[in-house]
Nanobody
Framework: QVQLVESGGGLVQAGGSLRLSCAASGRTFSSYYMGWFRQAPGKAREFVAAISLRGGSTYYADSVNGRFTISRDNAKNTVYLQMNSLKPEDTAVYYC??????????????????????????WGQGTQVTVSS
């Protein structure tokens, strides 16, 4: 099992930047695919970004592609989400999620299953990001 704790959220003006961090417990962090999702009030949780075991492959929602960057540091058991050029529509609670790689084959990526919240077994408590106009 892995426990996840997000940090780095806050209030920022449109056009600004924030970096979210997600610290994972345990010694097997490098065995988990990691993702970031967000949920705005009254809306469903949506995919933001995902990263492979060593960080060699990254995937983004169209709405954030080119503005957000996901990365991971396996030595620090941490995954990051650098968010630049923030917009008011980015306002949401941001969650990191983890899924054990051994239970997923290459089709998990090829078929886009990494975009589905129900494909992840472990979640953090979330961190609020508010972007003012």
């Amino acid at each position: 099992q892995v426990q996840l704790v997000e940090s780095g959220g806050g209030l920022v003006q449109a056009g600004g930047s924030l970096r979210l961090s997600c610290a994972a417990s345990g010694r097997t962090f490098s065995s988990y695919y990691m993702g970031w999702f967000r949920q705005a009030p009254g809306k469903a949780r949506e995919f933001v970004a995902a990263i492979s075991l060593r960080g060699g492959s990254t995937y983004y929602a169209d709405s954030v592609n080119g503005r957000f960057t996901i990365s991971r540091d396996n030595a620090k058991n941490t995954v990051y989400l650098q968010m630049n050029s923030l917009k008011p529509e980015d306002t949401a609670v941001y969650y990191c999620a983890a899924e054990i790689a051994l239970s997923r084959g290459s089709s998990w990526w090829e078929l886009g299953r990494y975009r589905r919240p129900d494909e992840y077994d472990y979640w953090g408590q979330g961190t609020q990001v508010t972007v003012s106009s």
